[in-house]
């Protein structure tokens, strides 16, 4: 039985704290790509079995500029390939669909920092990590501040995996949990916590 990252400290004062209890701000998603769902207290994002890409983010919360996110994330069913890549991730200053920051990890052991367009992904950096196994929990903090040169690092477990600085990049905007894969994965995420870095 894996044990359970721990949650955010009680003493940590947040912008927006999220613990799943309910499903108010997180309205369902389902489509070919995927589903998305709150189910027992945790945040579910399901790839479609053929691969896809979706994110999940909570309605009627104000858009962020400098800010931490911090969130549990557990890979519950990992893809019927081992070598098929799935990846979880944190999305923050989100302007539009699919255009923001992606701070992430992946099952392969890849941890990377992106720039998200619409027409296209720029990898500002990409390291090797730990690959997150099935039934593996973690407690990933995904940084993003900065006006002008903005500065974006993520951590799990309290440990710096990997940093960047995007020159002229987004001031502000909302954050999202981001799953993806090449064929089906289900992640849970849990204790959702925003704060000032």
């Known amino acids: 039985m894996p044990v359970r990252s721990p949650g955010p400290s009680p003493t940590i004062q947040a912008m927006f704290q999220e613990d799943f209890s309910t499903d108010s701000l997180w309205p369902p998603i389902e489509g070919r790509f995927g589903e998305a769902r709150v189910i027992d207290g945790s945040y579910r994002m399901r790839v479609g079995r053929e691969g896809g890409y979706l994110y999940g983010s909570p309605t009627n919360v104000a858009i962020f500029d400098d800010a931490t996110v911090e969130v549990s994330v557990t890979l519950v069913e990992g893809a019927d390939d081992a070598a098929d890549e799935a990846t979880a991730a944190v999305a923050c200053r989100g302007v539009d669909d699919f255009v923001w920051y992606e701070l992430g990890i992946t099952s392969t052991g890849v941890a990377f920092i992106s720039h998200v367009r619409l027409d296209g992904i720029e990898d500002l950096a990409v390291v090797a990590a730990a690959p997150l196994m099935e039934g593996d929990t973690v407690r990933l903090a995904a940084t993003c501040e900065g006006v002008r040169d903005i500065g974006l690092s993520l951590s799990m477990d309290g440990e710096t995996l990997v940093e960047a600085t995007d020159v002229n990049g987004f001031a502000l905007g909302f954050v999202a949990l981001v799953v993806?894969?090449?064929?089906?994965?289900?992640?849970?995420?849990d204790e959702v916590l925003i704060r000032r870095p």
């Open 180 to 189: 993806s894969g090449r064929s089906s994965a289900t992640f849970e995420f």
